[in-house]
Structures are given as structure tokens and as C-alpha cells.
């Protein structure tokens, strides 16, 4: 978490979340405001049962591993 996205001072923030199971409580989650932008586009790919892999606009990127966010290349 951010202070900024904790104070509300930077409205342009993306935040990834991650659920083990559906209705499950959330399990973990990353925000990231330094280079927030408005997405218009989220691609999200299962590369198996545990690592997803999600791009925004093909610009920027990040990897779930067993519920561990990473940021990586898109």
C-alpha cells in the first residue's frame, strides 16, 4: 500500500488482487501509483493452476506466483 493511495492524494492508481478461490477473502494485493495512468485495456493470462500474468495497454505488467505480486516486462 501507498501513502498516497492510503490519503487519496494521487487518484490515478492501479491496484492488483489476488483470490485463491471464488467468494474467498481477499488472499493478496499490490497498488502501484508511480506511474499510475487511466488502463483502458487489462490482458490476464493463466500460465498455470498458481501464476497469472497481467498487462495494462501492453505497457506495463506484473506476474501473481502463488499469490507473490512481481512487477515484469510486458
Not at 489476488?18 to 502501484?32: D, L, N, Q, V
Request: net charge negative.
Amino acid at each position: 500500500m501507498s501513502l498516497g493511495g492510503l490519503l487519496g492524494t494521487n487518484e490515478k492508481m492501479y491496484r492488483c488482487e489476488y483470490y485463491p478461490h471464488k467468494g474467498w477473502p481477499m488472499f493478496t494485493c499490490e497498488s502501484f501509483a508511480d506511474e499510475s495512468y487511466e488502463v483502458r485495456r487489462v490482458n490476464i493470462k493463466w500460465v498455470d493452476p498458481s501464476t497469472a500474468r497481467v498487462v495494462f495497454d501492453e505497457v506495463v505488467a506484473f506476474e501473481c506466483e502463488d499469490g507473490k505480486w512481481r512487477r515484469t516486462r510486458p
